[in-house]
């Protein structure tokens, strides 16, 4: 099982940022992708960015050109660049990591999330 913390959210005035950290312990036998969804109050999951083991990444309409999602391989860490950041931003946001085990088998794990709200 692959342990996945998030911090670095917090309140942040519009148009401005954050750049929260997810970082993976644990071992994984093959890294896949790692993903950032968000979730606001009475809204469904959104799925935000994803960035796979050979670097590609996705985006969002709603986020694109605002979000970049990178990481760091030596510190098992992905990160949310949130940049001109809008009310609208306002959500948990949880990473989950897709990787496989020795076998084979698609494993998936998710971190706890953290609170990013966007005050006007």
């Known amino acids: 099982q692959v342990h996945l913390v998030e911090s670095g959210g917090g309140l942040v005035q519009a148009g401005g940022s954050l750049r929260p950290p997810c970082v993976a312990s644990?071992?994984?036998?093959?890294?896949?992708?790692m993903d950032w969804y968000r979730q606001a109050p009475r809204k469904q999951r959104e799925l935000v960015a994803t960035i796979t083991s050979g670097g590609s990444t996705n985006y969002a309409d709603s986020v694109k050109g605002r979000f970049i999602i990178s990481k760091d391989n030596a510190k098992n860490t992905v990160y949310l660049q949130m940049n001109r950041l809008k009310l609208e931003d306002t959500a948990v946001y949880s990473c989950?990591?897709?990787?496989?085990?020795?076998?084979?088998?698609?494993?998936?794990?998710w971190g706890q999330g953290t609170q990013v709200t966007v005050s006007s």
């Open positions: 989950d990591v897709k990787w496989s085990d020795a076998a084979g088998r698609p494993r998936e794990d």
């Open positions: 644990g071992s994984m036998f093959r890294f896949n992708a």
